[in-house]
């Protein structure tokens, strides 16, 4: 399968617990996006890359949030000091770096902070 | 800021039509539709690219209009399958490229 891939699919974590989520893109992608999507809304924007580089980070994301990406490939989300209100599906997806292109998305992370 | 779609729910029989409209408050590049089912990630449906062009994907099809900022997208002679909510994306004209998305319309199609 040359899908993105997100592990795990679930998760369930007491809060002030910290979870790291890994996401692997399809392989000649270079461009990773990270959304967070709650019941009922769209996927809200947390962060993206371009291979490597970490381009944008939602203003809106606590300091708690990390994204790496270390050799542009495989890329890791970690929230620390999970609250209750983190508790939310994380998506991520791949394209091209050509902004024509459409975005692949992963079956996503669900996130229950209990 | 994110694109507000509308309207934010429709019930349709079964080979009725639907438009769902995008607006933005950016000048847009791109826009890209997206239907997703409960329960599943998003799935592509199309891109249009600033020009104004206008798309068709089955019986699925959609505008962008450059000027207004805005796109639709058309269900025609709509089927069971449809149901989902469609999300729009959009990418700026300037700065950064990140692809952000709308608040969702969804579609239920009943028999």
């Known amino acids: 399968d040359t899908g993105v891939s997100q592990n795990p699919r679930h998760k369930i974590t007491k809060r002030g617990q910290n979870v790291t989520f890994r996401c692997d893109p399809i392989?000649?992608?270079?461009?990773l996006y990270w959304y967070r999507q709650t019941l009922g809304q769209g996927p809200e924007f947390l962060t993206y890359?371009?291979?490597?580089?970490?381009?944008?980070k939602s203003r809106l994301l606590s300091d708690r949030f990390s994204a790496e990406r270390p050799k542009g490939s495989f890329s890791t989300l970690e929230i620390q000091r999970t609250e209750q209100g983190d508790s939310a599906m994380y998506l991520c997806?791949?394209?091209?770096?050509?902004?024509?292109?459409?975005?692949?998305f992963g079956q996503g992370t669900r996130l229950t902070v209990v | 800021q994110q694109p507000v779609q509308s309207p934010q729910a429709v019930i349709l029989r079964e080979g009725e039509d639907a438009v769902i409209n995008c607006s933005s408050s950016?000048?847009?590049?791109?826009v890209h539709w997206y239907r997703q089912k409960h329960g599943e990630a998003p799935v592509f449906l199309m891109i249009?690219?600033?020009?104004?062009e206008q798309k068709g994907h089955e019986k699925i099809s959609a505008s962008f209009n450059e000027k207004k900022q805005q796109s639709s997208l058309y269900l025609t002679a709509s089927q069971l399958s449809y149901s989902g909510t469609y999300f729009c994306?959009?990418?700026?004209?300037?700065?950064?490229?990140?692809?952000?998305f709308g608040t969702g319309t969804r579609l239920t199609i009943i028999p």
């Open positions: 997806a791949s394209s091209r770096q050509e902004s024509t292109t459409e975005a692949f």
């Open positions: 392989s000649e992608h270079n461009r």
């Open positions: 890359f371009q291979n490597e580089a970490q381009l944008e």
């Open positions: 950016k000048a847009l590049y791109s």
């Open positions: 249009l690219l600033k020009g104004g």
């Open positions: 994306g959009t990418i700026s004209n300037f700065g950064n490229e990140k692809l952000t």
